[in-house]
T-cell receptor
Framework: DSGVTQTPKHLITATGQRVTLRCSPR?????VYWYQQSLDQGLQFLIQ???????AKGNILERFSAQQFPDLHSELNLSSLELGDSALYFC??????????????FGEGSRLTVL | GENVEQHPSTLSVQEGDSAVIKCTYS??????FPWYKQELGKRPQLIID?????GEKKDQRIAVTLNKTAKHFSLHITETQPEDSAVYFC????????????FGKGTHLIIQP
């Protein structure tokens, strides 16, 4: 158990809909990262938050948004869903941004299926 | 931005043999290179990492080598066992840590009995 909790584990929805994925980082971790894992694309970095503020953006679509709340949990919002958004979405946390701690602790992932 | 290429995409080896997975990176400022292992249906987990001031690092049956001049690094697994079957991801960053990690597309390692 990494200590990172993601909900829901599985989600099936239709095109055009909106979903919210939730992540609670390890106790004490200030940074939260979101990754998308598709079959052919490996782990694609979407966005990072550090202590409530956006720290870095990766290949995140404009239809997607995220935020980190004062209690450090984070939510990833996916809207106007398309078939191609079907993927496994991982949240990860680390101790502090910028420090050479290195390790990302991943949650179990949220598998999104868009029909 | 950083680009990380990983080869091969699939690697099948006999149990007990060695396996080598190779990665190249594009940004010469990269200074941190972790390897993550993802078993089927599980989350990725860090298995070993190396920083740019070190050429090689070992941990029991696994080792990582780094060639900064050529901008490539490799994962070596010796005496492979069935539990080594997984997808392995290399990654690189210029932050010295988890920030800005760019992952390769992964190598599916299959250990044949």
């Amino acid at each position: 158990d990494s200590g990172v909790t993601q909900t829901p584990k599985h989600l099936i929805t239709a095109t055009g809909q909106r979903v919210t994925l939730r992540c609670s980082p390890r106790s004490g971790d200030l940074s939260v990262y979101w990754y998308q894992q598709s079959l052919d694309q490996g782990l694609q970095f979407l966005i990072q938050y550090y202590n409530g503020e956006e720290r870095a953006k990766g290949n995140i679509l404009e239809r997607f948004s995220a935020q980190q709340f004062p209690d450090l949990h984070s939510e990833l919002n996916l809207s106007s869903l398309e078939l191609g958004d079907s993927a496994l979405y991982f949240c990860a946390s680390s101790l502090a941004s910028g420090r050479p701690t290195g390790e990302l602790f991943f949650g179990e992932g949220s598998r999104l299926t868009v029909l | 931005g950083e680009n990380v290429e990983q080869h091969p995409s699939t690697l099948s080896v006999q149990e007990g043999d060695s396996a080598v997975i190779k990665c190249t990176y594009s940004d010469s400022a990269s200074n941190y290179f972790p390897w993550y292992k993802q078993e089927l249906g599980k989350r990725p987990q860090l298995i070993i990492d190396i920083r740019s001031n070190v050429g090689e690092k070992k941990d029991q049956r696994i080792a990582v080598t780094l060639n900064k001049t050529a901008k490539h690094f490799s994962l070596h697994i010796t005496e492979t066992q069935p539990e080594d079957s997984a997808v392995y991801f290399c990654a690189a960053s210029i932050s010295g840590g988890a920030d800005g990690l760019t992952f390769g597309k992964g190598t599916h390692l299959i250990i044949q009995p």
